[in-house]
């Protein structure tokens, strides 16, 4: 079977402001398989947003040919990425952007709503907001949140309809260290129990070590690609969830 | 429906409250307005509708053929009697009456004046003629009294005729010689328009038949309880009169009136649609807004795969709420003003006169605004076509919305 989720060859990416043209990616060559823990780091401006957006369907690339689960991304019609989102792809964003007029639990449902779940979506909903420890906080919305419980009500919604990959920007940049930890440990936990594909932009040197294999982009080109030898050790939380704490405490 | 759509379609409206009030209260205004226009639109149909129907049209008037286009007086019915029952049978007829006409001229010592005679059936007449309720002076015709005629006030003056004189009538007869009858006054009616009065001459079936030379009816007017009815009774009447003779709707017999009418419906048509091009404008420009602040929030759904088609169905069910305030707004602004003066009109004698005529008909003065059954249609019609079409736009706007670009600019 192949395990191929992600396959870039030369894929390049051209932005036009205006008369200017920015080239965002130059041939980037990336290969990512099923269970990877995957982060992009780089400086900003080096690509890692964009290839993300390609990677989960929202954008076309300029040059080069992009493979998302077996299906080249160019061919596809709008509407049949936006199938592939629904079915397969999951997104966290840096800015959590949950519905703000929705509760936690709608959120997640939501998704499974638009994935056409019926009568079981609350209670499947219910189960991932518990799985991630959030269950308390199910009717509340997101201006009653903290930043870190927003971002794990993002996560729950991105998993939620069990995607195989799911693409995180910057996912932990608003939140503070412990609770960026909390979330790395959510999304590896994640990865380890039910075998999904995380692919994760980040600045932050405490998020990259949890990764299993770090990729470096530098001025829209792959720099560096590692692999890390061992695991690096992670607990298996059985109850992620902590006190919840007040809002804005981020 | 979708719950969380629903749900989420519903507290969107209520996001930005003072933006939600104020098209809430345009939608409203706008319904409001619309639905008291129509209203009186309406009530102003009904009156000239009554107007011609007890001015002597009738809403149906059954003709011998051929009188359509020749107007003669001197056409008689081919069977009146199996019309005048036809016309007596079609369900929501309130009365028939049938008539014959002559043009005769009306000469007392040195005075004369020329009219058209009609010839009524006494008995019907009062409840299909309104001016037959005005007797200034006497009485009414009785039923086979052949001898005896009622004019309009001014008509007697013009002749210096009273009530009790014997005014001698002259018409050409049915083979064209000149018949002549001798007829006492016994009544004069005032309508209120003396033009209207100087035309007035009515006489018995059988009077008319005496001097005229022929007998019978040269057509049957028939009064419905509803006029809005009035194309599908004639439909129904047009099967059942006996053959040779047709059915004219009031507008075909008066036809400068039928225009007037319709140019007036148009008129006030046009004005509503004015109304409601403002709020469609309104609502168009706030969903638009609603749209473009919340640029990211689509774009995020189209991450997570929401289609384009579903996205339009949320903005739409958004527009649905607005419409569904804005119509009760627009019902509870609209209906108690229709209503008022549907209970006391709206009085424009000081303005009119109480003896208004158009055309050879009366018209009220006061226009009763109609409330009925038919503001339900209309004011979802009104309300959820004008949000739902202004959405459209802001719609196809938020479904088009490119959530890379989008999202990219929000960071």
Known sequence: MNDLVLDARGVTKVFRQGKVEVQALRGVDLEVRQGEFLALVGPSGSGKTTFLNLAGALDVPTAGTLEVLGRRVADLTRGERAEMRLGQLGFVFQAFNLVPVLTAVENVEFVLELRGVGSERRRQALAVLEELGLADLARRRPAELSGGQQQRVAVARAVAAKPRLVLADEPTANLDGENAEILMHLMRDLRDRQGMTFVFSTHDPRVVSHAVRVVTLVDGRVARDEAKPGEPPHEILPRVGKAPDAPGAA | ?411
């Open chain 2, 1 to 411: 429906m979708a719950w969380v759509e629903g749900r989420y379609a519903a507290r969107s409206v209520g996001r930005n409250l003072r933006r939600t009030a104020l098209s809430v209260v345009g939608i409203g205004v706008g319904v409001g307005l619309a639905l008291f226009m129509e209203s009186v639109n309406r009530g102003r149909e009904g009156l000239f509708a009554r107007a011609a129907a007890y001015s002597g049209a009738g809403h149906l008037r059954v003709v011998p053929a051929g009188w359509r286009l020749r107007r003669d007086p001197r056409l008689r019915l081919h069977d009146w009697r199996a019309d005048l029952e036809a016309a007596r049978a079609l369900p929501g007829a309130r009365v028939a009456a049938p008539r014959a006409r002559a043009q005769a001229l009306l000469a007392m010592g040195t005075h004369v004046l020329t009219v058209e005679m009609v010839g009524v059936d006494a008995e019907v007449e009062p409840r299909a003629y309104r001016f037959v309720r005005t007797m200034a002076e006497g009485r009414w015709l009785e039923p086979g009294e052949a001898g005896s005629v009622v004019l309009g006030k001014a008509a007697a003056e013009r002749l210096h005729a009273e009530l009790g004189d014997d005014v001698l009538a002259t018409a050409v007869g049915q083979r064209g010689g000149i018949e002549s009858a001798m007829f006492r006054i016994v009544g004069l009616v005032a309508s209120g328009s003396e033009d209207l009065d100087a035309s007035v001459c009515q006489v018995t079936l059988e009077g008319l038949a005496q001097l005229a030379g022929t007998a019978g009816a040269g057509e049957v007017a028939v009064i419905l309880a509803d006029h809005h009815t009035t194309p599908e009774a004639r439909a129904a009447l047009a099967a059942r009169v006996a053959s040779g003779d047709e059915v004219m709707t009031f507008e075909e017999i008066t036809p400068e009136f039928g225009g007037h009418l319709k140019q007036d419906a148009a008129t006030s048509r046009f004005v509503n649609g004015v109304i409601l091009l403002i709020v469609f404008l309104g609502v168009a420009s706030a969903q638009l807004a609603a749209v473009l602040e919340r640029r990211r929030e689509f774009a995020v759904l189209s991450a997570l795969g929401m289609g384009g088609r579903r996205m339009v169905r949320l903005v739409l069910l958004e527009a649905l709420g607005l419409g569904s305030a804005g119509a009760a707004l627009g019902v509870a602004l609209g209906l108690p003003a229709a209503w008022h003066f549907a209970r006391h009109g709206l009085d424009f004698s000081s303005f009119m006169g109480e003896g208004y005529s158009f055309q050879g008909l009366l018209i009220e003065p006061v226009i009763y605004a109609d409330v009925g059954p038919w503001m339900v249609p209309f004011v979802a019609a009104v309300a959820f076509g004008a949000t739902v079409l202004a959405s459209l736009y802001p719609a196809w706007f938020a479904a088009r919305i490119d959530p890379a670009v989008a999202l990219r600019v929000a960071q």
